[in-house]
């Protein structure tokens, strides 16, 4: 891989999961199972609905978070492309 200084997100969307993410950050821990999907607060737009934020784990990185302002804590781009 050439010295860039962009980060390759199709390779990491294939090689990290959506759990392994949330479990590095600690917020794991927070989200609530319900059947086989997980949902929480939003941990890009720092909401306080604990039903803001779903993923089903083992259904790939797919994620929605239904947060009415999209103002992420930190610069990121992971809110732009989800699937």
């Given at each position: ?9 199709k390779s ?13 950050y600690g ?57």
């Open positions: 891989m050439p010295n860039s200084q962009y980060v390759d997100f990491v969307k294939t090689s990290v999961t959506m759990e392994q993410v949330l479990h590095h917020l794991l821990e927070q989200m609530k199972r319900s059947g086989d999907s997980l949902s929480g607060c939003c941990p890009i737009h720092g909401g306080t609905n604990s039903t803001q934020f779903r993923f089903r784990p083992g259904f790939g990185n797919r994620w929605s978070s239904s947060t009415s302002t999209v103002r992420p804590k930190q610069p990121s781009r992971a809110y732009i492309r989800r699937g």
